[in-house]
């Protein structure tokens, strides 16, 4: 016989009527009729063939076949019971695997020096951090959630921004000492100035200098005689005084407290440049999920 919900619920009804004693306090238990109650032991009797119980005015006792149907599946109940109340539990506790695909730049420089707070906040979860540049297919990899900077491309994923951080054009003051303070970036096209341009995963090509103040924008074209695809790199590149560069804030405000980098064409504060979170469903996410994402949005505040 196939198992099917009518198959486990009156077995369900059967566990109730030998752990309340009687058809009455079963019922009361599951709140249903007492003749509900009746039909579906009925029910559950002519699906397998046997009788379960023998009734008489003043009591209800199982038979031996009711017996070994019922010591058999007590614990398979209490299982299910357990399941469910796991599974339920998952939209309010913090636990279990959590695998988060994120964005390299963000898992070396901002997540990475944190993850020991995250962690010891959460004793149960058992965190898999897939670093990598491409998003690749969450569903197929397994992955519950993902942190990518960038606009992302429609897709099935539901997304939810977390936050935007600035886009800065910077140098180091060797660079500056070397080759001059530039004051506009315009300059940056003149062949005065050295560039490092940093290549687009999604597109295959370098990113656009574009510059914002209010309702005005423009981009200047770069050189464009250095490109690399690494952040570490074009960090080092630049703190070593050897080109300017556009780098999100996000980052790198300690090399600009420490006077490593300094910050050019602060009059065109606005160009902005976004971190996305990425999930598989349109359902609820679960109580891991949800902590992680908290724990990342307060780490750029």
């Given at each position: 016989?196939?198992?099917?919900?009518?198959?486990?619920?009156?077995?369900?009804v059967l566990s109730?009527?030998?752990?309340?004693?009687?058809f009455v306090k079963a019922a009361e238990a599951l709140d249903m009729t007492q003749s509900g109650?009746?039909?579906?032991?009925?029910?559950?009797?002519?699906?397998?063939?046997?009788?379960?119980?023998?009734?008489?005015?003043?009591?209800?006792?199982?038979?031996?076949?009711g017996r070994r149907l019922y010591e058999g599946a007590a614990p398979l109940l209490a299982?299910?019971?357990?399941?469910?109340?796991?599974?339920?539990?998952?939209?309010?506790?913090?636990?279990?695997?959590?695998r988060v695909n994120v964005d390299?730049?963000?898992?070396?420089?901002?997540?990475?020096?944190?993850?020991?707070?995250?962690?010891?906040?959460?004793?149960?979860?058992?965190?898999?951090?897939?670093t990598r540049e491409h998003l690749g297919d969450l569903v197929a990899d397994g992955v519950d959630l993902a942190v990518r900077f960038g606009e992302q491309p429609s897709s099935t994923m539901i997304g939810r921004q977390l936050l935007k951080t600035r886009v800065l054009t910077v140098a180091s003051p060797a660079y500056l000492a070397k080759y001059g303070h530039p004051t506009h970036p315009s300059e940056l096209e003149n062949g005065t100035h050295i560039c490092v341009d940093f290549r687009d995963f999604q597109t295959g090509k370098p990113f656009v200098w574009e510059f914002r103040r209010g309702e005005e924008r423009f981009t200047i074209n770069t050189p464009g005689r250095l490109i690399v695809?690494?952040?570490?790199?074009?960090?080092?590149?630049?703190?070593?005084?050897?080109?300017?560069?556009?780098?999100?804030?996000?980052?790198?405000?300690?090399?600009?407290?420490?006077?490593?980098?300094?910050?050019?064409?602060?009059?065109?504060?606005?160009?902005?440049?976004?971190?996305?979170?990425?999930?598989?469903?349109?359902?609820?996410?679960?109580a891991k999920v949800r902590a992680f994402l908290e724990f990342v949005v307060a780490l750029s505040r």
């Amino acid at each position: 016989m196939s198992l099917d919900g009518r198959l486990v619920s009156g077995i369900g009804v059967l566990s109730a009527v030998v752990d309340s004693g009687s058809f009455v306090k079963a019922a009361e238990a599951l709140d249903m009729t007492q003749s509900g109650v009746s039909r579906a032991i009925a029910r559950l009797e002519a699906a397998l063939g046997i009788r379960l119980f023998d009734r008489t005015t003043r009591s209800v006792t199982l038979t031996d076949e009711g017996r070994r149907l019922y010591e058999g599946a007590a614990p398979l109940l209490a299982g299910l019971d357990e399941l469910a109340s796991n599974a339920s539990g998952s939209a309010t506790a913090v636990r279990g695997r959590l695998r988060v695909n994120v964005d390299p730049y963000f898992s070396r420089l901002i997540l990475a020096p944190a993850l020991g707070d995250f962690m010891a906040s959460y004793p149960q979860i058992s965190l898999d951090l897939v670093t990598r540049e491409h998003l690749g297919d969450l569903v197929a990899d397994g992955v519950d959630l993902a942190v990518r900077f960038g606009e992302q491309p429609s897709s099935t994923m539901i997304g939810r921004q977390l936050l935007k951080t600035r886009v800065l054009t910077v140098a180091s003051p060797a660079y500056l000492a070397k080759y001059g303070h530039p004051t506009h970036p315009s300059e940056l096209e003149n062949g005065t100035h050295i560039c490092v341009d940093f290549r687009d995963f999604q597109t295959g090509k370098p990113f656009v200098w574009e510059f914002r103040r209010g309702e005005e924008r423009f981009t200047i074209n770069t050189p464009g005689r250095l490109i690399v695809n690494d952040i570490g790199t074009m960090h080092r590149i630049v703190e070593e005084g050897q080109a300017v560069a556009q780098v999100l804030e996000l980052g790198v405000e300690p090399a600009l407290r420490e006077g490593r980098l300094v910050a050019l064409f602060t009059d065109w504060p606005d160009e902005q440049f976004p971190l996305y979170a990425l999930y598989p469903s349109r359902n609820l996410p679960p109580a891991k999920v949800r902590a992680f994402l908290e724990f990342v949005v307060a780490l750029s505040r």
